[in-house]
């Protein structure tokens, strides 16, 4: 569904929709399992949704790469088009990529995106009722048509995390003095945070990276990282500080004692991981070319236990994952990125509610 809304309108569905008096329910860690078998279709007929975050009163904003579009979206009511981001200049896999709402949004009201423009990838934060006017908290990411990451998320620390492809230039990744190839950590106005990064004065949070598109944490706030490999192996890792996971020289898993090595890998085609979560104890990571959702059962120290395979073949390419402060699951479809089959109603949001909960999602006054 699409619909065309009037500056006006849609002024006020961001003054109504976005309004902090109503506050999603916290799910504990001990969450229950997602109900794959009683899915809800939030939104149809998107093109490429990418980034997605949710904001206090339990709707969703949803960033359409090709369009610079921002979406807000709640089961049973049309997408909104509440935000278009300038500067976007989508080609291949760029365009406008990650979205992450500020951990303060009651307070702050600002949004962050990750994304292309002419002459590199940058993150910028906006607010929804402003949104012409963009902060560029971090630009000069080297940008090209493959490789451009994109991912950013709010850690439990409070600090901006985002990951940063390698730009098709594998020698970046080992290179420390550039960002690309890496998984970044920075206060949210953009700078180096006042501890915690491993390099003084730097960014850089972890190097050796290909194409890092999903992170996610758990309750004890450990980083979990999807990522693409070349022609062999993808990888989940678990993130440290300071650690470098191999890229170009490993790809998988190795013994190179200077690499870290990955918790899972799988082979391209069954994966292509993109966007992750953690929900309890479980990581669900959303995969491309391998068309389904993986559950990756996280054995508390680390590590992984063996990966199952989800919904394999039943909605296509998928991209983004994401737990609702609700506890339910959300997905993203991605078959209208020229490498999919689209179905007639793609592309889609998808809501999963946890087992035994509410199957009404909650929903805005």
Known sequence: MRRTIAFRSALLTVTLGLGVGVAATATPAG???PDLGN???????????????????????????????????RPGTAPVTVATINGVSPAGEAGLLGLAVSPAFAQDRL???????????????????????????????????IHDGGRIAFGPDGMLYAGVGDAGNTANAQNRQRLNGKILRMRPDGGVPASGNPFP???????????VQGLAWDAQGRLYASEFGQN????????VAGGNYGWPTVEGRGNDTRFRNPIVVWTTAEASPSGA??????????????????????DGAGGAGTPVALLQGRYGRLRTAERAPDGSLWITTSNRDGRGTPAADDDR???FP???APTTPPTAP
Not at 201 to 211: D, E
Not at 284 to 292: I, K, M, P
Request: glycine fraction near 8%; hydrophobic fraction near 45%; avoid cysteine.
């Open 31 to 33: 969450a229950l399992e």
């Open 111 to 145: 949004v962050y995106v990750y994304f292309t423009a002419a002459t590199d990838n940058r993150i910028v934060r906006l607010r929804l009722d402003a949104p012409q006017q963009q902060a560029v908290i971090l630009s000069g990411l080297a940008r090209a048509n």
């Open 201 to 211: 004065g730097s960014l850089v949070y972890s190097l050796g990276h290909r194409n």
């Open 232 to 239: 062999t192996w993808d990888e989940v890792n678990h993130i």
């Open 349 to 351: 949001v998808i809501r």
């Open 277 to 298: 979560t953690v929900d309890g104890t479980t990581l669900y990571v959303a995969a491309l070319r391998g068309q389904r959702l993986w559950s990756v059962p996280l």
């Open 39 to 73: 899915p809800q279709v939030v939104a149809t007929g998107l093109t490429v949704p990418w980034g997605l975050g949710f904001l206090p009163d339990g709707s969703a904003l949803v960033a359409e790469r090709n369009s610079a579009r921002v979406l807000q979206v």
């Open 354 to 356: 946890a087992a035994g």
